[in-house]
Nanobody
Framework: QVTLVESGGGLVQPGGSLRLVCAAS????????MAWYRRTPGRQRELVAL???????GIGHSVTGRCTISRDTDKTKVYLQMTNLKPEDTAVYYC??????????WGQGTQVTVSS
């Protein structure tokens, strides 16, 4: 099993920056891809960014050019650096880990609010 804990959310003004952190514990050696998703009320869950076991990254269309994803070499932490934040980035951000041994895991989420 893998446990994921997100942190770093909060209130930020439009144009500001934020770094989200996802800390993984448990069977971290079985983690393949880690990703950040977000969800706003009334909308489907949206992929923000992902990073594979070999550090290949993918960024969602709505945040291209404004987000960077990275991870520690021991796979215990994943970071999402967001810049030039917009009100439409307001959402609950969730960390996801895909493992080869026991499937998908999700964190509890961290709220990001972009507002002046």
């Amino acid at each position: 099993q893998v446990t994921l804990v997100e942190s770093g959310g909060g209130l930020v003004q439009p144009g500001g920056s934020l770094r989200l952190v996802c800390a993984a514990s448990g069977d971290t050696l079985s983690i393949n891809t880690m990703a950040w998703y977000r969800r706003t009320p009334g909308r489907q869950r949206e992929l923000v960014a992902l990073i594979t076991h070999d550090y290949t990254t993918g960024i969602g269309h709505s945040v291209t050019g404004r987000c960077t994803i990275s991870r520690d070499t021991d796979k215990t932490k994943v970071y999402l650096q967001m810049t030039n934040l917009k009100p439409e980035d307001t959402a609950v951000y969730y960390c996801n880990a895909d493992t080869w041994r026991s499937g998908d895991y999700w964190g509890q989420g961290t709220q990001v609010t972009v507002s002046s």
